[in-house]
């Protein structure tokens, strides 16, 4: 498919990576919240979604629910961790 699209002149990262990646995205969120008075918090720790172009277009999928970006996590490089 994405052979086909960039045949057609058409960026297929863009046509075809990033809706998948927002749909996606809006779907775990409607699994996480199934009502009105349903509440939770739904993390992202790539911080593509913030530092590359397309992250925008991603976040704008969503349905408007608050958001906090933690820039100084962003700063720093954060050591990998592994929990047991």
């Known amino acids: ?3 086909w ?3 057609q002149g058409r960026n297929a990262f863009m046509t075809l990576s990033v809706p998948e990646a927002s749909f996606r995205l809006v779907q775990a969120a409607g699994r996480l919240l ?3 008075t349903d509440t939770g918090r ?3 720790f790539d911080e593509r979604l913030i530092n590359k172009f ?3 277009s991603i976040l704008a999928s ?3 629910f608050s958001r906090e970006i933690f820039p100084d996590w962003l700063e720093q ?3 990998l961790t592994a929990r047991m």
Do not use: C, D, N
Request: proline content about 19%.
């Open 1 to 3: 498919m994405a052979q």
């Open 5 to 7: 699209v960039e045949q």
């Open 34 to 36: 199934r009502s009105e």
């Open 42 to 44: 739904i993390t992202v």
């Open 54 to 56: 397309y992250g925008k």
């Open 62 to 64: 969503l349905p408007p």
């Open 77 to 79: 490089p954060q050591p």
